[in-house]
């Protein structure tokens, strides 16, 4: 058995692990070097990431593909990904590295915090971009002086020398659900791939430095959705929820869009200022009452909430 790359024959070890990539209904082999450099990375962390699949429980298989225990399906798609939590964000980073196991990631991203940005962009001010060495090997990024979806068009428009097959947002940190949608500069990146034409998902999970959930189920939910055609407008939007993997009690999709919110918005006064002004500070109170079938509800019952959320044209 030969490599359908480079055309030597695979070694006792390859063939073993038979790495095949189902390709338009057609089955070929390939070597570890070659199919690691398709994935733009080394054979080490190629190996590392199909170990993370499998303990995972999920494969990179389409739904219709073949899913013996020793073949791997190679997606060659390239991914923007971006977030409004900024270029040095750990959920950015870790985004990044999963994505690597469906393509090429280019990252262009804030060059810092953007939260609560939506859907704004800069007009009349000049916009600054510079390359930036990422943390994850194989990934081409960005830093960006604007917003989120400054970064998502400039990505599209001027930086990538193709578009994108897919926009990833995130992985935000902090829940983007419920009334906060409309703020979420992690949203709002995904709307504006979307007005290009191009499908887009947001990302995001609760306040905690316990990521073992978003990091286990991450692969399997990129999986189901990496392939699906939304109608025009729309974007998924994902949501973890805070919890340890094991208190997880599945994925709930088509998620409604919930008209409460984890806080009750009011505002405080914190300082009286000259002229009659005075400073107010926003005083949220905490909040879980949701309604039934929504995103807000689903995170509360530890579930992972899936939406798709219409933009406004």
Not at 27 to 37: I, M
Not at 45 to 52: A, H, S, T, V
């Amino acid at each position: 058995m030969n490599c359908a790359s480079c055309g030597r024959p695979l070694t006792g070890d390859e063939t073993g692990l038979s790495r095949k990539l189902i390709n338009r209904g057609t089955t070929v082999c390939y070597c570890l070097p070659c199919l690691a450099g398709m994935f733009h990375t080394e054979v080490p962390r190629l190996l590392e990431l199909i170990e993370q699949f499998r303990n995972a429980g999920c494969t990179l298989f389409p739904e219709n593909g073949s899913k013996g225990d020793d073949e791997i399906m190679l997606h060659t798609k390239t991914f923007l990904i971006t977030n409004d939590d900024g270029i040095e964000a750990e959920g950015l980073i870790r985004l990044a590295r999963m994505a690597l196991a469906f393509g090429n990631v280019w990252v262009v991203a804030p060059e810092g915090q953007r939260r609560a940005a939506s859907h704004s962009i800069t007009l009349r001010e000049s916009i600054d971009l510079y390359p930036y060495r990422f943390p994850v090997e194989g990934v081409r990024a960005f830093t960006c002086s604007g917003t989120p979806a400054d970064c998502a068009r400039i990505g599209i428009l001027h930086l990538m020398p193709v578009r994108p097959d897919l926009v990833l947002s995130g992985i935000n940190f902090g829940y983007n659900m419920a009334t906060d949608i409309q703020y979420s500069g992690t949203v709002g990146a995904a709307f504006e791939a979307e007005r290009f034409g191009i499908p887009a998902i947001a990302f995001s999970e609760g306040i905690s430095d316990d990521h073992r959930l978003t990091d286990q189920k991450l692969p399997e939910v990129l999986g189901m959705l990496i392939d699906r055609k939304l109608p025009t407008g729309q974007i998924y939007n994902v949501n973890f929820p805070q919890c340890a993997p094991e208190e997880c009690r599945g994925i709930l999709e088509n998620r409604t869009v919930s008209r409460k919110g984890i806080f009750q918005d009011r505002y405080k006064e914190v300082e009286k200022l000259p002229n009659g002004g005075i400073r107010v500070h926003v005083n949220g109170i905490y909040n879980e009452e949701s309604e039934d079938g929504t995103d807000f509800h689903a995170l509360m019952d530890r579930y992972i909430s899936i939406s798709t959320i219409q933009n406004i044209c």
